[in-house]
Nanobody, 122 residues
């Protein structure tokens, strides 16, 4: 059974930094794309950043130049380094993994973590 577990959320002051991690488990051979979405109270879920197994990245406009996504394919882990945090970055951050191949099958739908809360204080 594929599972994604996020870590690294918490409370940080405006201008500060946090690093999120998300590890995928479950006899995984490869993952095409891993990334992060976020959802703030009263708002729709939005893409934060994504990265392919080959290292191609995509960022939401609101985080470009401040956030950096990376991954360790051997560990099936994706990271999100968040710098220069703003109040508007306060949200639950969800990790996802798409195009997963395990020892027995290919999953065509994405898997999601349960989310980790990031709160940016004044």
């Amino acid at each position: 059974q594929v599972q994604l577990v996020e870590s690294g959320g918490g409370l940080v002051q405006t201008g500060g930094s946090l690093r999120l991690s998300c590890a995928a488990s479950g006899s995984i051979l490869s993952i095409n794309t891993m990334g992060w979405y976020r959802q703030a109270p009263g708002k729709e879920r939005e893409l934060v950043a994504a990265i392919t197994s080959g290292g191609s990245t995509n960022y939401g406009d609101s985080v470009k130049g401040r956030f950096t996504i990376s991954r360790d394919n051997a560990k099936n882990t994706v990271y999100l380094q968040m710098n220069s945090l703003k109040r508007d970055d306060t949200a639950v951050y969800y990790c996802y993994a798409d195009g997963i191949v395990t020892g027995s099958k290919f999953y065509g739908m994405p898997f999601w973590g349960k989310g980790t809360l990031v709160t940016v204080s004044p």
